[in-house]
């Protein structure tokens, strides 16, 4: 039976439209810093030395990985787990996540709780999942629901096409593995630039993204950009790289980052136009600041963020895909996709967009509901998901939905041959 979301979406939106206004304030006072690249107008994020540098040494220094640890296509995570803020094995609790990515990054705990708690439904055993492949052992008792595949194995789900430095999985096989060129693509966008003057900005880093889906069009006829893990999801592995591996100080407290520092989250070593890539390796720079407390990266900041994107490139905001050959990009029909509830025009008002690619994005089967389950078994996971689920939607305060028709993603055969997370087509 096809797992649905929808109807429980519907029961808990009465109570909570007033979310809206408390939303669209925060928004507002975010509105102008971003409108200048995220460089602040008024208050500073402010600067606590102390606070902010993160610890890379005794029980947190370097180690890589070892055979059985795992690794994927998320670099903020993999380097969590090289430096113990993460378990070394790359298998974390729900808990675990948002507690490592807040300490270690300063991501706000709405952010982490949302990412986190949509690994464990997707991807994981709804307690605990895996940043690579599948972990070795699960934490449901019996072990005989599906096996959770990690992120690695969520292509579509989580894991999407057109991402800054991880292949597409149809072009090269996974999805999870550097490719120097893209990285070379992405370094160069600062050529010439010496080091401590160099910084990787949103700007930039939008540029890129774009140049990038642009590529996907070009080279994967099975490119697919979804509307979780591509609308949703895709403008993070870009934002992240900044908001996140930017280096706060005094006197850049939005961060500044140098080439150098990008090298190391990326786990890239030698000199420009002799890279090396060492899979799994990331690291966290010695010396290195976190964002300041109480400029946390939060929901509302991230989908600032998404918005502006999106107005310098509107073709962030449509799911769609190649239909099987390159260069056949056809937007879906968001009216079409959700009875008219969503439409190109009002996808950008309070929080549409974030509440559009939830609603699909939860439409997807979880890992553990996948393979032989018994009727009570699959009974009591959906229950679980759903509690773990409806307190993520309930927090956005969205529109009524009746049903999402898949039915037009069928001209779509990079979904068609993965529409529930894969790791090979
Ligand atoms: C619990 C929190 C997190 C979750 C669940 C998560 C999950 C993911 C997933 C599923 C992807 C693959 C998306 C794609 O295909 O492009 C990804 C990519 C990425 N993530 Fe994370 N992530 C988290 C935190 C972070 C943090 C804290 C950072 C930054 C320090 C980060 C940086 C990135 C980047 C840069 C990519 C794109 C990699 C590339 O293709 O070059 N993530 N993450
Ligand atoms: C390229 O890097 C490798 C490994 O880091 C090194 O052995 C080699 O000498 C370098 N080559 C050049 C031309 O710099
Ligand atoms: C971060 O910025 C501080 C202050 O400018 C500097 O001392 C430190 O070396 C920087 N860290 C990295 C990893 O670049
Ligand atoms: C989308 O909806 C319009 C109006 O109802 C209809 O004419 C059109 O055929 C639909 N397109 C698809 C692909 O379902």
Redesign the pocket.
């Known amino acids: 039976m096809k797992y649905s979301y929808l109807a429980l979406g519907a029961a808990v939106f009465a109570g909570h439209a007033a979310a809206f206004p408390a939303l669209a304030e925060e928004y507002a006072k975010l509105a102008t810093r971003i409108a200048s690249g995220g460089k602040r107008q008024a208050a500073s994020p402010g600067f606590n030395a102390a606070a902010q540098r993160i610890d890379v040494s005794g029980t947190h220094a370097f180690v890589p990985p070892g055979s059985g640890d795992q690794r ?6 993999n ?2 787990a090289n430096h113990n803020y993460l378990p070394h094995n790359g298998v974390g609790t729900i808990q675990q ?2 507690q490592a ?1 807040n300490r ?2 300063g ?1 706000g705990l709405d ?2 709780t949302f ?2 708690t ?2 464990a439904v997707m ?1 994981g055993d709804l307690v605990s999942w895996s ?1 690579g492949g599948p972990p070795g052992s699960s934490a449901i008792p019996g072990g005989v629901l599906g096996q959770p595949q990690g ?1 690695s194995g ?2 579509n789900k ?9 292949g597409d999985l149809y072009q090269y096989g996974n ?1 999870f593995l ?1 490719q120097l060129p ?2 070379e693509e ?1 370094y160069n966008l600062q050529a010439g630039v010496p080091n401590d003057q160099s910084n990787y900005d949103l700007p930039l880093l939008t540029e890129f993204r774009s140049s990038r889906f642009e590529q996907s069009i070009d080279n994967n006829p099975y490119f697919f950009y979804g509307p979780f ?1 591509g609308v949703g ?2 403008p ?3 934002t ?2 900044f ?3 930017g280096n706060k100080s005094a006197e850049r407290p939005e961060g500044q980052l140098t080439k150098e520092v990008l090298k190391s ?2 786990a890239i070593s030698g000199t420009e136009g002799n890279f090396t890539y060492t899979a799994g390796h990331e690291r966290i720079p010695e010396n290195w600041y976190k964002r300041a407390p109480g400029d946390e990266y939060t929901i509302p900041f991230y989908q600032s963020d998404l918005n502006a994107a999106a107005l310098r490139h509107p073709k962030f905001l449509i799911p769609g895909g190649n239909t099987g050959e390159t260069n056949t990009y056809t937007p879906v029909d968001i009216a079409n996709l959700t009875g008219g509830v969503y439409n190109a025009q009002n996808l950008l008002q309070g929080n549409n967009l974030a509440c559009f690619a939830f609603q699909a994005g939860a439409q997807a089967t979880p890992d553990i509901l996948k393979g032989p389950v018994n009727a009570a078994q699959a009974a009591a996971a959906r229950a679980r998901a759903n509690a773990l689920l409806a307190p993520l939607l309930d927090r956005l305060g969205c529109p009524r939905l009746q049903d999402i028709d898949e039915s037009q993603f069928e001209k779509y055969p990079g979904y068609e041959n993965c529409p529930d997370g894969c790791s090979r087509y």
Do not use: K
Not at 158 to 166: A, F, I, L, V
């Open positions: 994927g296509p998320c670099p903020g995570l380097a969590l996540f948002i990515t270690v990054y991501m952010l982490a990412l986190a949509f690994g991807a940043i992120i969520s292509h989580y894991e999407t096409d057109g991402s800054p430095t991880r999805n550097v893209q990285f992405m893990s999801v895709q993070a592995a870009y992240f790289i908001r996140f591996m989250f990326f």
